[in-house]
C-alpha cells in the first residue's frame, strides 16, 4: 500500500532541469498528483562545468526560491524529508551531493535528504513504485527500468556531446544541421528549417558565435525542436525524416532499458516536456510497438516534479536510511541531514 509518514509533515521536492528548476512544497502523505502542493519555477538550467554540477550557483538560485516556498507553514509543520533530482546526477552529481545536505538543512530543518538522477524522478513520477520502463524526454533523454527484485537500469542519458539521441536538444541539432545544409546549398537541406531558424536566432551566420560559448546551449538547441516537428508538421521531408528518427532512437532507449531490467511485457510510460510534441510522439510509440511490441504504453501520472514529492514522502516516513525502491547511488541515495 501507498503511504508515507505523518500527515502533519511537509516535504519538498526538487527537480533541476536542464532548462530549469522546479521546486514543490506539499503535504507529507503519498502525493497522487501536483494538486496540492505550493509550487515556484525558475527559468534557470543546471549549470554543468568540468567538475561536474555547479553547486554554488544551484545554490544561489535555490535557496531564495525555497526560502519563499517554505515561508508561513502553519505552527507545528515541519519538513520531514527533500528530495532533489537533477539531470546528470548519476554522472556529474559528485558536487551536489557534497554540497547540498548542509544548506538544504539549513533552509528546511528536514531530517533527510533525497539525491536522485532525473531518470528516477521521472521514473517514480510516471509509474510510482510499479516495474516498467520511463523514457525522461526534454532538453536531454533518458530511459530506465525497474524490475522489482534487482533494481534499476539505464539507458543513454549520456548527455548533448555524446548521446541523449532522440532528445529535445538532439532533434534541434538536427534540424538546424538540416538549414546550415540548405543555406550552404548542400544536400540534405531543408528551406523550411532554415526559414525557421532565422525568424528564432536571426542570421545563421551568427549561429556558432551564439551557441558554441553559452554552458545552456544544450537548451538552445532543443529550443529549436518545436520548429522542427511544426516543419514536419507542415509537410517537409527532412524535418519528417528527423522526427521518425528521433521515434526510433527513443524507442530503441526504452526497449534496452527494458531488456536489461528482464522487463519481457513492461508498462512504458514517455514523460516530459518533449512528449506534448504530438508528431514526436507518436513516432516514438510507432518505433515502440515495432521494437518491444508486448510493451503497454503507461499515461504518466505526473512529472519529475511529481516524482521528487513521492522520494521525500518515501523517505519522511521511513526509518533510518530505508526507501521504498532500491538503493543505487549516486543515481539513488538517501542521507540523514545534519544536525
Given at each position: 500500500m501507498d503511504r508515507t509518514g505523518p500527515t502533519d509533515d511537509r516535504v519538498v521536492g526538487i527537480d533541476v532541469g536542464g532548462s530549469g528548476i522546479r521546486l514543490a512544497l506539499a503535504p507529507g502523505g503519498w502525493p497522487a498528483d501536483l494538486s496540492g502542493a505550493r509550487i515556484r519555477e525558475l527559468a534557470a538550467p543546471a549549470r554543468i562545468t568540468e567538475g561536474g554540477h555547479d553547486a554554488e550557483a544551484l545554490l544561489t538560485r535555490l535557496l531564495p526560491a525555497l526560502d519563499a516556498l517554505v515561508a508561513g507553514l502553519p505552527p507545528g509543520a515541519r519538513i520531514g524529508a527533500v528530495a532533489v533530482g537533477a539531470t546528470g546526477m548519476a554522472l556529474l552529481g559528485r558536487h551536489l551531493a557534497a554540497a547540498l545536505p548542509a544548506p538544504l538543512a539549513r533552509a528546511t530543518g528536514a531530517d533527510r535528504l533525497v539525491l536522485a538522477g532525473d531518470a528516477v524522478t521521472a521514473h517514480v513520477g510516471a509509474l510510482g513504485r510499479r516495474p516498467g520502463v520511463a523514457v525522461a524526454g526534454g532538453t536531454g533523454l533518458v530511459a530506465i527500468g525497474l524490475h522489482p527484485d534487482t533494481g534499476w537500469y539505464r539507458a543513454d542519458g549520456w548527455g548533448q556531446l555524446l548521446g541523449?539521441?532522440?532528445?529535445?536538444?538532439?532533434?534541434?541539432?538536427?534540424?538546424?544541421?538540416?538549414?546550415?545544409?540548405?543555406?550552404?546549398?548542400?544536400?540534405?537541406?531543408?528551406?523550411?528549417?532554415?526559414?525557421?531558424?532565422?525568424?528564432?536566432?536571426?542570421?545563421?551566420?551568427?549561429?556558432p558565435a551564439a551557441l558554441q560559448p553559452r554552458p545552456d546551449r544544450a537548451a538552445l538547441l532543443a529550443a529549436f525542436a518545436?520548429?522542427?516537428?511544426?516543419?514536419?508538421?507542415?509537410?517537409?521531408?527532412?524535418?519528417?525524416?528527423?522526427?521518425?528518427?528521433?521515434?526510433?532512437?527513443?524507442?530503441?532507449?526504452?526497449?534496452?532499458?527494458?531488456?536489461?531490467?528482464?522487463?519481457?511485457?513492461?508498462?512504458?510510460?514517455?514523460?516530459?516536456?518533449?512528449?506534448?510534441?504530438?508528431?514526436?510522439?507518436?513516432?516514438?510509440?510507432?518505433?515502440?510497438?515495432?521494437?518491444?511490441?508486448?510493451?503497454?504504453?503507461?499515461?504518466?501520472?505526473?512529472?519529475?516534479?511529481?516524482?521528487?514529492?513521492?522520494?521525500?514522502?518515501?523517505?519522511?516516513?521511513?526509518?533510518g536510511t530505508a526507501l521504498p525502491w532500491p538503493l543505487d547511488p549516486p543515481l539513488l541515495d538517501v542521507r540523514t541531514m545534519p544536525a
Open positions: 541523449d539521441c532522440g532528445s529535445g536538444g538532439w532533434i534541434g541539432r538536427a534540424g538546424l544541421e538540416a538549414a546550415l545544409r540548405a543555406f550552404d546549398g548542400r544536400t540534405g537541406g531543408s528551406t523550411a528549417l532554415l526559414a525557421a531558424a532565422e525568424h528564432r536566432y536571426g542570421p545563421v551566420t551568427g549561429l518545436p520548429d522542427v516537428v511544426g516543419a514536419a508538421d507542415g509537410g517537409c521531408p527532412v524535418a519528417s525524416a528527423i522526427v521518425r528518427r528521433a521515434g526510433e532512437e527513443i524507442a530503441d532507449a526504452a526497449a534496452a532499458a527494458a531488456r536489461s531490467a528482464a522487463l519481457s511485457a513492461p508498462q512504458v510510460a514517455l514523460t516530459g516536456g518533449l512528449f506534448t510534441l504530438a508528431r514526436l510522439r507518436e513516432a516514438a510509440l510507432a518505433a515502440l510497438d515495432d521494437r518491444l511490441p508486448a510493451a503497454r504504453p503507461h499515461r504518466p501520472d505526473g512529472p519529475p516534479l511529481l516524482g521528487a514529492l513521492r522520494l521525500a514522502a518515501g523517505a519522511a516516513g521511513t526509518a
